[in-house]
């Protein structure tokens, strides 16, 4: 750069990190905060073949931030400078941030998930049974801590679930123990029911009478059969929406460190997914 050049005002630069990345609704969601905030920004999905260089390139290129997903949650872990206290507990990181050269990682799923509950109902005091023990579970289980409520894991693999609930100091039962356990929610933070297999279902139907309210992360089909089986019944349901919105909207103002438009966020969501409005 000679002396009399002026250093050219800055575009910022988001990416996804994940394999696949093609059906994420992330670059959508973000896009559409960063034009409603008047931020001059690209989000990029990367489909990562290699997760080290492609960190190696977060640094190089200057990226500013990375949303992390499927399967790069927990590898990132060792590839950055620093990891925060919560989602070294979750043992996720979902959130990338570049403060000039240093690499932190952060989870926001917990307090998306967290938020999308207490949207619909209160959590303190509530027995909350979460399916699942990998990262979105863990996230699960902290958010409910963090709500006061109480968490109880169910996994497919129970040394899984044992572990993560000696981690995150939590309850646990065996997932044929489901229709034993006393609980007012159920979280499905499995991927059972996800396209293209949207028929399965991770429990008997019979089961979900006893819920008031069942959720499922999974938001693509938005209605699953979990959702579908537990409306039959007449209770409650909620779909992963919400908390995708929600987790990401903290991701937005951890990058940005402004108030993200949530309104806007859910509806670029929605209407991705076919279900908002058309405008
Ligand atoms: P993960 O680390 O791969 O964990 C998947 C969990 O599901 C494991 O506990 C696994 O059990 C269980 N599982 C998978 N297939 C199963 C089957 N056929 N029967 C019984 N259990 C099964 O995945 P993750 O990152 O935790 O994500 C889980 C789901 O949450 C994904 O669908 C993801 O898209 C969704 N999610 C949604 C949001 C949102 O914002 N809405 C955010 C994060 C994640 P084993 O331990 O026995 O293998």
Redesign the pocket.
């Known amino acids: 750069m000679t002396d009399g050049a002026k250093v050219v005002e800055e575009v910022w630069v988001f990416g996804l990190l994940g394999n696949p990345v093609s059906h994420s609704l992330s670059p959508k969601m973000h896009r559409a905060a960063f034009e409603a905030m008047g931020i001059e920004a690209e989000y990029v999905a990367f489909p990562v073949v290699n997760l080290e260089q492609a960190v190696m390139g977060i640094r190089g290129l200057g990226i500013r931030g990375a949303s992390v997903t499927?399967?790069f949650?927990e590898e990132i872990m060792s590839l950055l400078d620093e990891v925060d206290r919560i989602a070294s507990l979750i043992g996720?990181v979902?959130t990338l941030v570049n403060d000039h050269g240093v690499l932190t990682g952060t989870n926001t799923?917990w307090l998306?998930l967290k938020r999308a509950l207490e949207s619909r109902i209160s959590i303190r005091g509530k027995r909350i049974a979460i399916?699942?023990?990998?990262?979105?579970?863990r996230?699960a289980v902290y958010g409910v801590m963090a709500g006061r409520g109480e968490p109880i894991l169910l996994?497919?693999?129970p040394q899984?679930a044992m572990r993560a609930a000696k981690d995150l100091g939590c309850g646990w039962a065996p997932?044929e123990g489901l229709g034993d356990l006393k609980a007012h929610i159920l979280v499905n933070?499995?991927?059972?029911g996800?396209f293209p297999k949207s028929h399965e279902c991770?429990v008997e139907p019979e089961l979900l009478s006893q819920f008031h309210l069942v959720v499922d992360?999974?938001?693509n089909p938005p209605r699953t059969r979990l959702l579908e089986e537990a409306e039959a019944r007449g209770v409650g349901t909620m779909n992963?929406?919400e908390?995708?919105v929600q987790?990401g909207a903290e991701q937005i103002r951890i990058w940005t460190g402004m108030e993200p438009p949530v309104q806007i966020m859910r509806k670029a969501v929605m209407k991705a997914l076919g279900e908002g409005d058309e405008d």
């Open positions: 499927i399967p949650k996720a979902n799923d998306g399916l699942g023990a990998g990262g979105a579970a996230a996994n497919r693999t899984r997932w933070a499995t991927p059972i996800m991770p992360m999974v938001y992963g929406v908390m995708l987790q």
